[in-house]
């Protein structure tokens, strides 16, 4: 059984950073495509971050480019998703997925585990 467990999220100003992290359990984390994604009340869940299980490729939502970094510890089983410059339009629940898909992914659909969440809250 694989778990994904999140942890790092909180209340924020506008401008500030808060870095997540998302600890997988079992022995394939190094085989995994990793992503983040985020789920604004009312709204759907959008891809955020994914990065290639060797961390050697990376992939950016628009929204986040040039202010979210995401990276990994294939030795500690855990996958970070580094954010400045925060806006109250980044306030969601972030969550992070595992995909065994091969290749760098936007879609939610191809990530077979998740995990529960974390609250971001960006005041203005």
């Known amino acids: 059984q694989v778990q994904l467990v999140e942890s790092g999220g909180g209340l924020v100003q506008a401008g500030g950073s808060l870095t997540l992290s998302c600890t997988v359990s079992g022995r394939t984390f190094n085989s995994y495509v990793m992503g983040w994604f985020r789920q604004a009340p009312g709204k759907e869940r959008v891809f955020v971050a994914t990065?290639?299980?060797?961390?050697?490729?990376?992939y950016y939502a628009d929204s986040v480019k040039g202010r979210f970094t995401i990276s990994r510890d294939n030795a500690k089983n855990t996958v970070y998703l580094q954010m400045n410059s925060l806006r109250p339009e980044d306030t969601a629940v972030y969550s992070c997925a595992a995909s065994s898909w091969g290749l760098l992914t936007t879609h939610s659909g191809n990530y077979a585990h998740w995990g529960q969440g974390t609250q971001v809250t960006v005041s203005s």
């Open positions: 990065i290639a299980s060797s961390g050697t490729e990376r």
